[in-house]
T-cell receptor, first 113, second 113 residues
Framework: DTGVSQDPRHKITKRGQNVTFRCDPISEHNRLYWYRQTLGQGPEFLTYFQNEAQLEKSRLLSDRFSAERPKGSFSTLEIQRTEQGDSAMYLC???????????FGPGTRLLVL | SQQGEEDPQALSIQEGENATMNCSYK?????LQWYRQNSGRGLVHLILIRSNEREKHSGRLRVTLDTSKKSSSLLITASRAADTASYFC?????????????FGTGTRLQVFP
């Protein structure tokens, strides 16, 4: 199965630490999206890439968050100086072209103590 | 912010019964997608319906879209215990080429054997 993969699946960290998540999209999918989901809510858009270009960032993405997709393949999402409010599921999705199905990975569940 | 609102928030039925979930949204769209999420897992894509379509079927799923009322419904026929999950509708935003998805708050479906 060559679906979207995310690593790690779970991360527990202490407040103030930095964390980095990785997303590997489906091969040849040009668009890659990051979403965040808190308990009992639907996912909320964070940012997206068209190949290596980051084209939009949500206001949810504070300056402690940074995302990259250096070669237009995998992407990383880094959170610096984590806060307890960052605890959530971080989901990655990819799609080959606009207005098509977005395929989601299994997510990375972050717990900040 | 969430664009969509699902109704009901929670639904409990017996195996074999049909389950109907509704979704309302606020802005014009290019398409609407339905996803399923098992507890603590990633999102599984169920069906995509475009703004110029009124009804779509996939196996036991039937989706309708009424753009004049900005609403959609998902019908699961002959439900099974394995259908127990949260169901989310997600829309893109038209006009625009962002293609980011805006999710509703979800319907939690419980199917009892």
């Amino acid at each position: 199965d060559t679906g979207v993969s995310q690593d790690p699946r779970h991360k527990i960290t202490k407040r103030g630490q930095n964390v980095t998540f990785r997303c590997d999209p489906i091969s040849e999918h040009n668009r890659l999206y990051w979403y965040r989901q808190t308990l009992g809510q639907g996912p909320e858009f964070l940012t997206y890439f068209q190949n290596e270009a980051q084209l939009e960032k949500s206001r949810l993405l504070s300056d402690r968050f940074s995302a990259e997709r250096p070669k237009g393949s995998f992407s990383t999402l880094e959170i610096q100086r984590t806060e307890q409010g960052d605890s959530a599921m971080y989901l990655c999705a990819s799609t080959p072209t606009p207005e098509e199905t977005q395929y989601f990975g299994p997510g990375t569940r972050l717990l900040v103590l | 912010s969430q664009q969509g609102e699902e109704d009901p928030q929670a639904l409990s039925i017996q195996e074999g019964e049909n389950a109907t979930m509704n979704c309302s949204y606020k802005t014009s769209i290019n398409n609407l997608q339905w996803y399923r999420q098992n507890s603590g897992r990633g999102l599984v894509h169920l069906i995509l319906i475009r703004s110029n379509e009124r009804e779509k079927h996939s196996g036991r799923l039937r989706v309708t879209l009424d753009t004049s009322k900005k609403s959609s419904s998902l019908l699961i026929t002959a439900s099974r215990a394995a259908d127990t999950a949260s169901y989310f509708c997600a829309t893109d935003v038209k006009p625009g080429n962002t293609d980011k998805l805006i999710f509703g708050t979800g319907t939690r479906l419980q199917v009892f054997p």
